[in-house]
């Protein structure tokens, strides 16, 4: 059975989208999910499912929605995925925590980086449905205006392959 991880958009332990973690793993036993798992409090999901991604992205977003009472964009990957994606780091010269990886639904749109403004010194690589942006001097400074059609959430190179690691122990 394919390991998976749920990446949520705006989900945290405080604030705006509490879920506590321990709530997010009952969700996912919950969804008939297996050896479930989260990692770091930032809506990481990790799981194995016979359910094919589109079905376990829909099943997750319906549960998240009755918890939250609104919609919960989700972004599922397989361990290859994760893999390849950890791998294939455009940036390897850049920090972990400054090298962030944006995860979308869909492949990027083809004139997103000439929908970009505001750009300073971040390098941008489009990839197959994530872009990755390497902060230089740090994502707390960066003016970096970045179209977003259809959603997106991010995770940082370091949570990127740690999490591509928990996969493979799982699959």
């Not at 990692?39 to 829909?58: C, D, K, P, T, W």
């Not at 300073?120 to 205006?145: F, M, N, P, V, W």
């Amino acid at each position: 059975m394919p390991a998976y991880v749920a990446l949520l958009r705006a989900v945290n332990v405080s604030g705006t989208g509490m879920l506590p973690m321990a709530e997010l793993r009952a969700m996912g036993e919950a969804c008939g999910f297996t050896q479930v798992r989260t990692h770091i409090a930032s809506g990481n999901l990790l799981f194995v499912s016979e359910a094919a991604e589109q079905e376990v992205r829909e099943i997750l977003e319906q549960r998240l929605e009755r918890f939250f009472g609104k919609r919960v964009p989700v972004f599922v990957r397989s361990a290859a995925e994760m893999r390849m994606i950890a791998d294939t780091n455009p940036f390897p010269d850049e920090k972990g925590s400054r090298n962030m990886v944006f995860f979308l639904a869909d492949p990027p749109p083809a004139d997103l980086l000439e929908k970009v403004r505001d750009r300073g010194d971040e390098r941008i690589a489009l990839g197959t449905r994530e872009y990755s942006i390497a902060y230089g001097e740090g994502i707390g400074t960066s003016k970096l205006k970045l179209p977003d059609p259809n959603g997106r959430t991010a995770r940082n190179r370091n949570s990127v392959e740690k999490i591509a690691a928990l996969l493979e122990t799982m699959a």
